[in-house]
T-cell receptor
Framework: DAGVTQSPTHLIKTRGQHVTLRCSPI?????VSWYQQVLGQGPQFIFQ???????GRGNFPDRFSARQFPNYSSELNVNALLLGDSALYLC????????????FGSGTRLTVV | SQQGEEDPQALSIQEGENATMNCSYK?????LQWYRQNSGRGLVHLIL?????REKHSGRLRVTLDTSKKSSSLLITASRAADTASYFC??????????FGAGTILRVKS
């Protein structure tokens, strides 16, 4: 049984560009959350989607957006990239929309130059 | 912003020794979870303790929770080189998001 799948694993972008990160949750999981982890820090919550609806948003600018598709996969979009957006972006899936039993993917390492 | 702090920031021990990491948080919580992260990759869920529980065990892991002090500890007994990783505590309040601490880097020397 596949775990949480994220793509791509690594990405290099230039300041001002746009990026789309993708996540496929565990089969049967209806909730997907996104986290940003800057080097040397703990992950910070960006978004949670459950049943295709946004259920939570962290303290991130409007340049960050996300959506969830009917098959429960999700995309995280970041516009007008800044150097400070360089981070590991983690996706987590869970059955429900409560804070129990999250399974994380291996992440996408984004480098903005 | 981070929920709280892990202590110590880094820990280096010999294989076979016990490792204890502490976590403090700021708000009331629904549950507290511990995660492990190897080499800056994905997080692995280790154990969850609910706010009405005081202690929980899973294999070589023992977690305690003191809600009056807003703190938790993770004990890894008989450590192995494979336990070398970063360890994070994370809390949930009323639902969805995990709020992580800054983590403890554990190095187990063989």
């Amino acid at each position: 049984d596949a775990g949480v799948t994220q793509s791509p694993t690594h990405l290099i972008k230039t300041r001002g560009q746009h990026v789309t990160l993708r996540c496929s949750p565990i089969s049967g999981h209806k909730s997907v959350s996104w986290y940003q982890q800057v080097l040397g820090q703990g992950p910070q919550f960006i978004f949670q989607y459950y049943e295709k609806e946004e259920r939570g948003r962290g303290n991130f600018p409007d340049r960050f957006s996300a959506r969830q598709f009917p098959n429960y996969s999700s995309e995280l979009n970041v516009n007008a990239l800044l150097l400070g957006d360089s981070a590991l972006y983690l996706c987590a899936s869970s059955l429900g929309d409560r804070g129990n039993g999250y399974t994380f993917g291996s992440g996408t390492r984004l480098t903005v130059v | 912003s981070q929920q709280g702090e892990e202590d110590p920031q880094a820990l280096s021990i010999q294989e076979g020794e016990n490792a204890t990491m502490n976590c403090s948080y700021k708000t009331s919580i629904n549950n507290l979870q511990w995660y492990r992260q190897n080499s800056g990759r994905g997080l692995v869920h280790l154990i969850l303790i609910r706010s009405n529980e005081r202690e929980k065990h899973s294999g070589r892991l023992r977690v305690t929770l003191d809600t009056s002090k807003k703190s938790s500890s993770l004990l890894i007994t008989a450590s192995r080189a494979a336990d070398t990783a970063s360890y994070f505590c994370a809390t949930t309040e009323y639902g969805n998001k995990l709020v992580f601490g800054a983590g403890t880097i554990l190095r187990v020397k063989s």
